[in-house]
């Protein structure tokens, strides 16, 4: 691995920094507890509504004339055309900043988007990138069933051909912002008779499509991010199919954003413990914090997986950089991170102990109930993404060779 910029890459790193520094504006800017679900941050600048989402508009603006809304596509396209090291500085800078991404970076610029770019008709590319790119359209997945999680080419939802339609049947869950989203990436099968990855076939969806009902899922800390998404006879036009009929499940296994090491969770884990260790300091002897001759150690062990976890987000990236696939190395890494996430929240929690249990709005909340809802949703980091039982599958079978049974 290398753990230093090429002088190329030093330069390409000072002209990013200069750039959020310059241009990112004042009070939209997030990070470590800061960044974390829920109430507002320790020391965050107020603002109204209407004026923050002034500010993050210019700003997507800005990411979006540079090409940085989706900075692993193709520059014909409107990315940036970086480069694997690229993507990575440009992360690591963008996480150290905690400016915003811009857009809907993910599922849109990390799925959709490049999985139009490469099976996707010229029709298809003129209708839906321009407004990936722009930052404009939400877009959200339709993967997950009640009945196909881990297991996702067990999918049950339909698509039956009617004419010049096709008519899907069935549900989808964990379906992150369905609610807000303009379009969906649906996987349905559409042969019932073949293997089951054989018969599945890849669709857009107008979210607005009769027959189409989007339910809430919240969480336990408060937070609507999940839905549920039921399909009654729901049309969807021939042409709204990408790719292949019946050959949707390797479709969907594509994408071009190899940008996928993790380094933005793995500087937001140190930029928290930071975070906890400083307001530790600040509150000392108030009350808040818990009498625990522990916590130092645990705080210090915290830090130490930390920079773990970078040194195996480096090893990703690495191997990426080489022309290399990570298979069981990005297993390890996705498996550690989520991990950790519970024991930072864990940590933070034992740290401010019952102060640290109210929430935001409370009189007597903690760091403004931060670390309420960062432990709650912790919980969620080793389910999303693929559980920890299915990393450690992987990592068993491809990494040690072991037999599956």
């Known amino acids: 691995m290398e753990f230093t910029d090429t002088p190329q890459e030093a330069a390409f790193r000072a002209e990013m920094r200069s750039f959020i520094e310059q241009e990112c504006p004042e009070g939209i800017r997030r990070r470590g507890f800061r960044a974390a679900f829920g109430g507002g941050g320790w020391d965050d600048i107020h603002m109204s509504r209407e004026e923050y989402f002034k500010r993050n508009g210019a700003w997507v603006k800005k990411l979006a004339d540079r090409g940085l809304i989706a900075p692993a596509w193709p520059k014909e396209y409107g990315g940036a055309g970086l480069s694997v090291m690229e993507q990575f500085i440009f992360t690591q800078e963008m996480s150290l900043s905690g400016a915003p991404r811009g857009g809907n970076f993910g ?18 590319k003129q209708k839906y990138l321009t407004g990936i790119i722009k930052g404009d359209d939400v877009w959200c997945q339709g993967f997950s069933e009640p009945g196909a999680g881990s297991d996702l080419a067990n999918v049950q939802t339909k698509a039956v051909k009617d004419g010049d339609d096709y008519i899907v049947n069935g549900q989808k869950i964990w379906t992150s912002g369905a609610h807000v989203a303009k379009y969906m990436i649906l996987l349905a099968r559409t042969d019932p ?8 076939s890849y669709f857009i969806v107008d979210m607005k499509t009769p027959g189409l009902t989007v339910r809430p899922l919240v969480n336990m800390a408060g937070n609507h991010d999940f839905n549920e998404v039921f399909f009654d006879n729901v049309r969807v036009p021939k042409e709204n199919m990408i790719g292949e009929e019946n050959r949707g499940w390797y479709v969907g296994t594509t994408t071009l954003d190899f940008e996928r090491s993790g380094i933005a969770t793995s500087i937001s884990h140190t930029l928290m413990v930071k975070d906890l260790v400083d307001f530790i300091k600040e509150n000392k002897g108030t009350g808040v914090i818990t009498e625990d001759a522990g916590l130092p150690n645990e705080l210090a062990d915290r830090m130490i997986e930390a920079a773990v976890e970078e040194n195996l987000c480096t090893m990703v990236i690495s191997m990426q950089n080489r022309g290399l696939v990570p298979n069981k190395e990005s297993s390890i890494a996705k498996l550690f991170s989520s991990e950790l996430d519970v024991r930072i929240s864990r940590t933070a929690m034992k740290a401010l102990g019952l102060y640290g249990q109210l929430r935001t709005g409370s009189e007597y909340a903690a760091a403004n109930g931060r670390v309420e809802s960062t432990y709650l949703y912790a919980t969620t980091s080793t389910v999303g993404g693929g559980t920890s039982e299915i990393q450690r599958n992987i990592i068993a079978s491809r990494g040690l060779g072991m037999p599956r049974a």
Do not use: F, N
């Open 193 to 200: 008779d073949a293997s089951k990855h054989k018969g599945i």
């Open 107 to 124: 599922i849109g610029t990390g799925w959709a988007g490049p999985t139009i770019i490469l099976y996707g008709t010229d029709e298809q």
